[in-house]
């Protein structure tokens, strides 16, 4: 079991912009597919943004040019970037990872995963 540990979510007008980290093992960071999930009350989860080791990025269509996923090899840390936030972004944000290069954007593809970070955007 990989150990996954989400931070930065919080409170947010709309409008705003908020950066989410995910800190992970270092063999993680550098080898493994990530992503970003999130799931808002009574919603499945659903796909936000995948990286695979090579630093090749998919996006959910919806959230293209808003939101941006990256690694930080130095600080074994994934990160998201979210910009222009509104009410419908709000939702727990998950940092999940897999073996491999192939990153599906479907939470069955995914084996480990974090906790979750809140992000609550306000009118």
């Known amino acids: 079991q990989v150990q996954l540990v989400e931070s930065g979510g919080g409170p947010v007008q709309a409008g705003g912009s908020l950066s989410l980290s995910c800190a992970a093992p270092?063999?993680?960071?550098?080898?493994?597919?990530m992503a970003w999930f999130r799931q808002a009350p009574g919603k499945d989860r659903e796909a936000v943004a995948s990286i695979n080791r090579d630093g090749y990025t998919t996006y959910a269509e919806a959230l293209k040019g808003r939101f941006t996923i990256s690694r930080a090899y130095d600080k074994n840390t994934l990160h998201l970037e979210m910009n222009n936030l509104d009410a419908d972004d709000t939702a727990m944000y998950y940092c999940?990872?897999?073996?491999?290069?192939?990153?599906?954007?479907?939470?069955?593809?995914?084996?480990?995963w974090g906790q979750g970070t809140q992000v609550t955007v306000s009118a």
């Open positions: 999940a990872a897999r073996p491999g290069s192939w990153c599906p954007l479907a939470p069955s593809g995914y084996g480990d």
């Open positions: 270092a063999y993680v960071v550098t080898t493994y597919c």
